[in-house]
């Protein structure tokens, strides 16, 4: 509105002035060489302003001939860069895809069109990432590494590629140089951190974590820091127990559910005569997390004690978490080491339905004390040999008897308390229409192999391929690993084998059953 205001303000401005001068009329004479010109002021004034066009339009023609050079090269340079950009856009969208053939021939037209460009150095390395071709991966990672705009880019490709082919030495150089030339690069300072971990260079790893502290939230700084503390105070135990006693007592400060952090402080300050500091700590870790580290610690709290002094002691630690089974294997073993074999059985009361091998081989172990009965003791042993595993120091596939603060692939704090199957997607099992034999257990081969099959759902060999999972209206059982029981093992309830009955090696049956 505004604006046809002012528009219309302008003209009836002109044209006031236009009246003006047609009022009042006047001559003009314009003497020069001998030229007279005389005329109207109004005339004058129409040529003066048709003097100025005709000046403008020439200028304007003048000016177009002399860019004229300069406007096609600014077009043609516009027309590669767009032909460029589609070739980059379609090889990217083709190398997502996976389709080799189309990526291949967008990145060389990409390449053809702008050779410098990042995007096209980019796509040409992402198309010999996935055709395998590592040499041509890494020359392309080498360009971009020695650009100052895509040296980043360059060098975390470049650590791919090493780690790769297993030079990890060449990894961790460009992990460095790339953590040196942005400190703020989460992947550098986590690779860096890794290869300084596995070295068992803990003095560099917290130096490098407590650099980037600030973009690192503090539950996680602070659980990565006492990580690392145990292992320095870990390597430092035999030599220097002072440091380590400090490096365990600030780790177990800082995460007060790191069993080995408590376990290592625990048994350093018990040494040292703090015995009420070694119970606090112990007991605050124990109500944290439950482990038989902590247990073995507190129980061994007081050098000389007797048998039933520990044991008084692990009914006091035992009732922080009662319902725990490491509190009743703990409060079982003290039990059985003090002769008390009605709280032993008392406290593996419970798990006797469906023992771990834990609870068995204490079970085997109590008998004999207990009854001196070795038939009753073979029973508990043979339903150790089939019993779920117990939980054990696991990490990226590996188990280990001990805590490690790195796991064999580089992991910090990689290790987990648990069961070594646990965290994988057991056999499906389909379950048929018809009546039909029980199918073979899983071999062997396969259930060691669980241990690097990604989380899946694995099909029975003995399920024909219509009636896998994915097969339309068919029903499933739930997800079971069949476990191997040994026939001839009744079990410690069974009834006894009268003397008058024939051997089970002489009959059908066990083992020689399932050759028949």
């Known amino acids: 509105m505004i604006r046809i205001i002012s528009f219309l303000v302008l003209i009836g401005a002109l044209a006031l002035g236009v009246a003006w001068l047609a009022d009042r009329p006047g001559d003009v004479v314009v003497a020069w060489q001998g030229w007279r010109i005389e005329t109207s002021t109004m005339v004058l004034a129409a040529a003066v302003v048709a003097a100025m066009i005709v000046l403008a339009l020439l200028f304007s023609i003048l000016r177009a001939i002399l860019r004229s050079p300069y406007v096609l090269r600014r077009h043609l340079h516009r027309r590669r860069g767009e032909r460029a950009y589609e070739a980059i856009s379609r ?12 990526a291949r021939k967008h990145a060389a037209e ?18 010999a990432q996935l055709a395998g071709d590592s040499n041509a991966a890494d020359g392309a990672f080498r360009a971009m590494a020695g650009r100052a705009d895509t040296k980043a880019l360059g060098l975390h490709g470049l650590f791919v590629e090493a780690r790769r082919r297993g030079d990890h030495l060449s990894a961790h150089a460009f992990a460095e140089e790339a953590a040196r030339e942005n400190p703020s690069l989460g992947w550098a300072g986590k690779a860096v951190l890794e290869f300084r971990c596995l070295t068992g260079d803990w003095a560099g790893a917290l130096a490098l974590l407590e650099g980037n502290k600030r973009s690192i939230d503090k539950d996680n700084y602070n659980r990565q820091r006492a990580v690392m503390l145990t292992a320095r105070a870990q390597a430092l135990e035999d030599s220097d127990r002072d440091s380590a006693k400090s490096y365990a007592l600030e780790a177990a400060k800082l995460a007060p559910d790191l069993v080995p952090a408590a376990a290592l402080a625990g048994r350093m300050l018990a040494e040292g005569g703090e015995l009420r500091k070694a119970a606090r700590l112990i007991n605050k870790a124990w109500e944290a997390r439950p482990h038989p580290d902590l247990a073995q610690v507190f129980s061994d709290l007081r050098f ?15 009732k922080k978490v009662p319902d725990h089974i490491e509190s009743a294997l703990a409060l079982a073993r003290a039990s059985l080491d003090a002769q008390e074999f009605a709280k032993a059985r008392a406290a593996l009361a419970s798990y006797l339905e469906a023992p771990s091998k834990r609870v068995a081989l204490l079970m085997a172990e109590l008998e004999r004390a207990e009854h001196s009965d070795e038939g009753r003791a073979r029973e508990w042993i043979a339903r150790a040999v089939n019993a779920p595993p117990d939980p054990t120091w696991t990490a990226d596939s590996h188990v280990s008897d001990r805590w490690l603060p790195v796991s064999p692939a580089g992991r910090l704090d990689a290790f987990e308390w648990r069961a070594p199957l646990s965290g994988i997607a057991p056999p499906v099992i389909e379950q048929a229409s018809s009546p039909s034999p029980p199918a073979l257990p899983v071999s062997e081969q396969k259930i060691e192999g669980l241990a690097e099959t990604p989380p899946a759902v694995i099909e029975a060999d003995t399920v024909p391929p219509s009636r896998r ?6 029903p499933k059982a739930e997800a079971v690993i069949p476990l191997i029981h040994v026939p001839d093992d009744p079990g410690p309830d069974a009834a006894p084998i009268e003397e008058n009955e024939p051997r089970a090696d002489t009959q059908s049956s066990g083992w020689r059953k399932m050759f028949e």
Do not use: Y
């Open 469 to 474: 999972r994915g097969a339309p209206d068919q």
């Open 304 to 318: 000389g004690d007797t048998a039933r002094d520990r044991l008084k002691r692990i009914e006091a630690l035992a």
């Open 110 to 127: 990409a390449k053809r069109m702008a050779p410098s460009e990042p995007l096209a150095l980019l796509l040409d390395a992402q198309h």
């Open 91 to 102: 090889g990217l969208i083709a190398i997502g895809a996976g389709d080799l053939g189309a």
